[in-house]
């Protein structure tokens, strides 16, 4: 069974690329514009890892971490953010994210985050596309 990663990110390349790498890793991606689809997980879609942009637009990834953080269901799912900022080490203490990946980052660091967090479903290594971009 492929494990489900929710990536949030406002950026359509951006997401489009991210969900690309995992999925050519061996995971099953949900990709969202959106990050109140956040507040709205159920049972039924919960995610095994959340990788979710600080800066989005109308919204704060810090924001979205911490309310998640406060839910008793889905306190437990990993979130890695992302972004630009330069405080990342701040941010997650603050908001209870299990660690930060600043931008811009190599495919390879992106799924060398998410494997320390998420084994891939399957035991294969992972995949990197050409040049290992950077995203």
Same mark, same amino acid.
């Given at each position: 069974? #492929?494990?489900?990663?929710? /990536?949030?990110?406002? =950026?359509?390349?951006?997401? =489009?690329?991210?969900?690309?790498? %995992? ?5 099953? /991606?949900?990709? &969202? ?10 049972? #039924?879609?919960?995610?095994? %890892?959340?990788?979710?942009?600080? %800066? %989005? *637009?109308?919204? =704060? ?7 998640? #953080? ?7 799912? !990993?979130?890695?953010?992302? *972004? ?8 997650? $203490?603050?908001?209870?994210? &299990?660690?930060?990946?600043? #931008? !811009? ?20 290594? $992972? ?5 290992? !971009? /950077?995203?």
């Amino acid at each position: 069974m #492929k494990r489900m990663i929710l /990536v949030i990110d406002d =950026d359509q390349a951006i997401l =489009d690329a991210i969900s690309l790498a %995992l999925e050519r890793a061996g995971y099953d /991606v949900q990709a &969202s514009t959106n990050g109140r689809c956040l507040l709205e997980i159920s049972n #039924k879609q919960m995610p095994d %890892l959340i990788l979710l942009d600080i %800066l %989005l *637009s109308g919204e =704060d990834g810090r924001e979205l971490c911490t309310q998640l #953080k406060e839910r008793e269901e889905t306190r437990h799912i !990993p979130v890695i953010l992302c *972004s630009a900022h330069f405080s990342g080490d701040v941010i997650t $203490y603050f908001t209870g994210a &299990s660690t930060f990946l600043p #931008k !811009p980052f190599h495919v390879h660091e992106l799924l060398d985050t998410v494997k320390r967090f998420l084994p891939s479903a399957s035991n294969q290594p $992972y995949t990197t596309l050409p040049d290992d !971009p /950077v995203l």
